[in-house]
């Protein structure tokens, strides 16, 4: 399973998130979430039931972007998936 990429292109951090893949030739699965409703559903039953949300959204924030590694780990930190490669 490839990582995947939650995000929208009406998020600023997603926009400068693609810019950043891009020019790393990092191109995970992309996940529009305001493309579909099932695609936004995806992302808020992940945002629901993983820990790693909470600070963010104590803090009133989307979570995105937000990348579900290969090993069902995840991070909101693109420089990291850039380090990585995938």
Same mark, same amino acid.
């Given at each position: 399973m490839?990582? $995947?990429?939650?995000?929208?292109?009406?998020?600023?951090d997603c926009l400068a998130a693609d810019e950043a893949l891009r020019g790393a030739d990092v191109l995970p699965e992309f996940i529009n979430?305001? /493309? *579909?409703? /099932?695609?936004? $559903? /995806?992302?808020? /039953?992940? +945002?629901? *039931? +993983? $820990?790693e949300f909470a600070p963010i959204k104590a803090a009133g924030s989307i979570g995105i972007p937000c990348f579900l590694r290969e090993d069902g780990s995840l991070t909101f930190d693109v420089a990291e998936v850039v380090r990585s490669g995938r």
């Open positions: 490839p990582t $995947k990429y939650y995000g929208t292109p009406l998020c600023p979430i305001t /493309a *579909s409703t /099932a695609n936004l $559903k /995806a992302f808020l /039953a992940l +945002r629901d *039931s +993983r $820990k």
